[in-house]
Nanobody, 116 residues
Framework: QVQLLESGGGLVQPGGSLRLSCAAS????????MGWYRQNPGKERELVAAITRSGVTNYADSVKGRFTISRDNAWMTLYLQMNSLKPEDTAVYYCNARTISLRIYWGKGTLVTVSS
């Protein structure tokens, strides 16, 4: 089992920055992939950024050049640095982890609101 707890969401003005954190606990040695997803009411959850155990990253086109995903080497904490935020970045952001046995875990989410 893996437990995930997001933090760092809040209200920010357009052009501002936020850093989200995801604290992982439990069987973290089995994690080989972690990512950040976001979702708005009535819309599908979409991948924002992801990172593999080897450090390969992947970003949605809409956030490339503005967001940066990173993690500590022990997989205990995942980060998402979000710069130049836009109103369309407003969403609930979820942390996701996948293990070597292909089990998938989700956090409960943290709300990011970009508004003046």
């Amino acid at each position: 089992q893996v437990q995930l707890l997001e933090s760092g969401g809040g209200l920010v003005q357009p052009g501002g920055s936020l850093r989200l954190s995801c604290a992982a606990s439990g069987s973290i040695s089995t994690i080989n992939f972690m990512g950040w997803y976001r979702q708005n009411p009535g819309k599908e959850r979409e991948l924002v950024a992801a990172i593999t155990r080897s450090g390969v990253t992947n970003y949605a086109d809409s956030v490339k050049g503005r967001f940066t995903i990173s993690r500590d080497n022990a997989w205990m904490t995942l980060y998402l640095q979000m710069n130049s935020l836009k109103p369309e970045d407003t969403a609930v952001y979820y942390c996701n982890a996948r293990t070597i046995s292909l089990r998938i875990y989700w956090g409960k989410g943290t709300l990011v609101t970009v508004s003046s």
